[in-house]
Nanobody
């Protein structure tokens, strides 16, 4: 059973930065593909970024080089660094792991970008 817990959200001004963390338990993170998704009020949940088992990364088009996903095997944690934030980035950010038989989601962490 994989368990995910996000942290690091908060209120930030436009142009600011945050680093979110997804602490993984139940499996070494190096064996998992971990994704970040987000959901803004009134919108569907959308894909943000992914880091695969071998470390390959990919991002949604709207990221445009502003976000960086990384993995810390020692802490069994996946991070996503959010830079150049805009109000449109306001959302609850979730991490996700998909295995052949299950999908696991964390409870999410709120990011609010506002002046």
């Amino acid at each position: 059973q994989v368990r995910l817990v996000e942290s690091g959200g908060g209120l930030v001004q436009p142009g600011g930065s945050l680093t979110l963390s997804c602490e993984v338990s139940g499996s070494p993170v190096r064996f998992l593909a971990v994704e970040w998704h987000r959901q803004a009020p009134g919108n569907q949940r959308e894909f943000v970024a992914r880091i695969g088992q071998w470390g390959a990364t990919n991002y949604a088009d709207f990221v445009r080089g502003r976000f960086t996903i990384s993995r810390d095997g020692g802490k069994n944690t996946v991070h996503i660094e959010l830079n150049s934030l805009t109000p449109e980035d306001t959302a609850v950010y979730y991490c996700k792991v998909a295995t052949p038989n299950n999908q696991y989601w964390g409870p999410g962490t709120q990011v609010t970008v506002s002046s």
